[in-house]
C-alpha cells in the first residue's frame, strides 16, 4: 500500500568513494518497502546517460548539479522522495539547488580523502596518482565541505546500514510517515 507523504530532496554529497550510491540505494530501497515513492538520481549515471558532454571543470560540475537539482525539483513538487548522489563538491551551486528545491536536507558522507583512496572502489585514486587523470576531487581538484548540513554520515567509521537507518529515521520523522496500514486487513 502507498503511504501519503509529501516530496523532500536527501542530496548526498562526499568524495568519489565514499559511500554516496551504496547509501542513496539502501535509503531508496527502505523506504519502498515503507510504502514510499523514492527515487536515486545519480550523478554518474545521469553523466553517462544523459549529459555525456559535461566536463568535470566547475563550470561542468555546477552545470551538473543545476540539472540534477532541477530533474529533483520536478520529482518533489510531485511527492517523490528524491536521493541525490553526487559528489557536488562546490557550496554554492549546492546551496542554489537548496533554494530552488525548499524541501531539502543536505547530508554530508563524510570518509576522509585518505578513506576513500585506499577503497578506490573505481581505480580513479590509482589513475590520479599515475598522472592519467587530471582534476580528481580531493587530488587535485577541491571539496567545499558542507557547513550545516542536517545529517553528517561517518561512513569510514559507521556501517551503510547504519548510516542509511539514520537517514530513513530521519524521513520518516520530517515527513511524519506512518508505517503503510491496509484498510481490508
Ligand atoms: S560532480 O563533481 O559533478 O558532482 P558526479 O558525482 O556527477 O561529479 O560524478 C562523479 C563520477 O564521475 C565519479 O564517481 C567518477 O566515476 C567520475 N569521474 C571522472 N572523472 C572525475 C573527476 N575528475 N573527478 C571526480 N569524478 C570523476
Known sequence: MRTCHPGLTLWLTGLSGSGKSTLANSVCE?????????????????????WKDLDFSKSGRDENIRRIGFLA?????NDVIVLVAAISPYRAV?????AKIGSFAEI???A?????ERRD????????????LKGLTAIDDP???????EIVCKTDSETVEDSASR??????KRLQIKPATDPEV
Open 30 to 50: 527502505q523506504l519502498r518497502v515503507l510504502g514510499c515513492r523514492a527515487e536515486v538520481l545519480d550523478g554518474e549515471i545521469l553523466r553517462q546517460e544523459l
Open 73 to 77: 525539483e520536478l520529482l518533489t513538487r
Open 94 to 98: 549546492r546551496d542554489e539547488v537548496r
Open 108 to 110: 554530508y558522507v563524510n
Open 112 to 116: 576522509s580523502a585518505e578513506v576513500c
Open 121 to 132: 572502489t573505481k581505480g580513479l585514486y590509482k589513475r590520479a596518482r599515475r598522472g592519467e
Open 143 to 149: 571539496y567545499e565541505a558542507p557547513e550545516q548540513p
Open 167 to 172: 537517514i530513513v529515521t530521519y524521513v520518516k
